[in-house]
């Protein structure tokens, strides 16, 4: 089972930008599809961004020419680079092992991205 340790989150003015990192605890990262969830107050968690262990990047609609997905397979660590930061983007983030759109590992704790207008 991989675990996951989010960072990065914090409280950025609409316009601004944050890097979040997710740290995974296994080799395994390495040959998996990795990708970044959020939550936000009252609404189920929705896909963000998903990037293959080759480099090919998907993004949400709401999301696309924001943000940008990376990885380092190297350090087991996938970023999620955020510009241009809305109101609408304050939630919780999570990353995790993708398959079909959805998450498929134990959750983490996640990383609070709070976006003031």
């Known amino acids: 089972q991989v675990q996951l340790v989010e960072s990065g989150g914090g409280l950025v003015q609409a316009g601004g930008s944050l890097r979040l990192s997710c740290v995974a605890s296994e080799n395994s990262f390495s040959g998996n599809t990795m990708g970044w969830f959020r939550q936000a107050p009252g609404k189920q968690r929705e896909w963000v961004a998903s990037?293959?262990?080759?480099?090919?990047?998907i993004y949400a609609d709401s999301v696309k020419g924001r943000f940008t997905i990376s990885r380092d397979n190297a350090k087991n660590t996938l970023y999620l680079q955020m510009n241009s930061l809305k109101p609408e983007d304050t939630a919780v983030y999570y990353c995790?092992?993708?398959?079909?759109?959805?998450?498929?590992?134990?959750w983490g704790q996640g990383t609070q991205v709070t976006v003031s207008s």
């Open positions: 990037i293959t262990s080759g480099g090919n990047t």
């Open positions: 995790n092992k993708v398959l079909l759109g959805l998450g498929i590992g134990a």
